[in-house]
């Protein structure tokens, strides 16, 4: 699939009537599961790259570089669309302007751009807080001309639920989409009630759920989200606590076993080399490297 119909692709899933479940990766591995998997669209998750890569939690750690590095990565590996998360856009709107022109050269179909101040934290963490309404309106603006007319889906996300309350979420994301947002995005509602009153609030406007596991928001079901109005429903940090608990358990089975015999949850090491391709590179590499064909090194001699 082309950069621009993978755009295509996420357009056409916005305006069908199902909701689109969304798992949220943090490296190519992750991403190629998905897609194998069956889903129609991947996202990255900026909590799971800060956790992978630095070790660190999302507190502001990663940089633009860092974060359209690994996207860039990710939408290599998949065919299918991918959202990716860039935080506050890393500056101001000339920081934003750049960040989505660079997206948009990586092959990303869709970025999500939130009005938390910097350094942002998790959505679902304590202690955030949010710039002034109208900056963040400026950031979406930019953004919008920053896109031009490669199709780029751009997705508001508001945080001010938890420091400003409900209403002050729905005003500024009225705003957001007058601004030019494709898709709102309201962090961290607290209750379905909430979720209800975000759905009312935007009858015609494509709207995000984010499911933590442990996090702010009721963990419902991608069908329970649709009835409510939701058309995408992001699982930005199952993947990564389930490798993290059966990491974990390999690790404990090896320190207590001193070996790794006897361990059942792994995927065979031939699955595995099927997932990543070996096989498709081993004929490449057959191919151009003249292993078998003497033709090459008998006309070198003439």
């Known amino acids: 699939m082309t950069v621009i119909s993978s755009r295509q692709k996420l357009h056409q899933l916005l305006q069908r009537p199902e909701i689109i479940v969304i798992p949220g990766v943090y490296d190519c591995l992750g991403a190629k599961l998905v897609e194998q998997l069956g889903f129609e669209v991947v996202a990255t998750s900026g909590f799971g790259i800060a956790a992978s890569t630095l070790g660190l939690p999302d507190f502001g750690f990663l940089t633009a570089t860092e974060m359209l590095s690994s996207g860039g990565r990710i939408a290599e590996s998949v065919s299918i669309p991918l959202i990716a998360d860039m935080d506050t856009g890393y500056g101001n709107t000339l920081n934003v302007m750049r960040t989505v022109k660079d997206a948009v050269q990586l092959g990303i179909a869709g970025v999500i751009l939130e009005d938390q101040e910097w350094p942002k934290k998790c959505g679902h963490f304590e202690g955030k ?55 709102l995005f309201v962090e961290a509602p607290q209750s379905v009630e909430e979720l209800k009153a975000i759905a009312s609030a935007f009858p015609n406007v494509p709207l995000v759920a984010n499911i933590v596991e442990g996090g702010k928001t009721p963990q419902l079901s991608a069908s329970e989200l649709q009835q409510i109005g939701f058309k995408i429903v992001f699982f930005p940090l199952s993947g990564l606590l ?54 090459i090194a008998e006309n070198t001699q003439k």
């Not at 963040?136 to 420091?163: F, Y």
């Not at 361990?263 to 031939?270: G, L, T």
Request: net charge negative.
């Open 129 to 183: 807080r949010v710039i002034p309404m109208a900056e963040h309106i400026g950031k979406i603006q930019a953004a919008v001309q920053a896109r031009g007319d490669t199709g780029l889906v751009i997705i508001a996300r508001t945080d001010a639920r938890a420091p400003l309350g409900l209403e002050e979420a729905l005003r500024r994301g009225c705003a957001y989409v007058d601004a030019g947002a494709d898709v």
């Open 242 to 295: 389930a490798a993290t608990h059966i990491l974990t358990a390999c690790w404990r089975y090896l320190k207590e076993q001193g070996t790794t015999s006897g361990f059942e949850n792994v995927v065979s090491f031939q699955d595995f080399q099927q997932l990543i391709g070996a096989p498709h590179y081993r004929q490449i590499e057959q191919q151009f490297s003249g292993y078998g064909d003497t033709s």
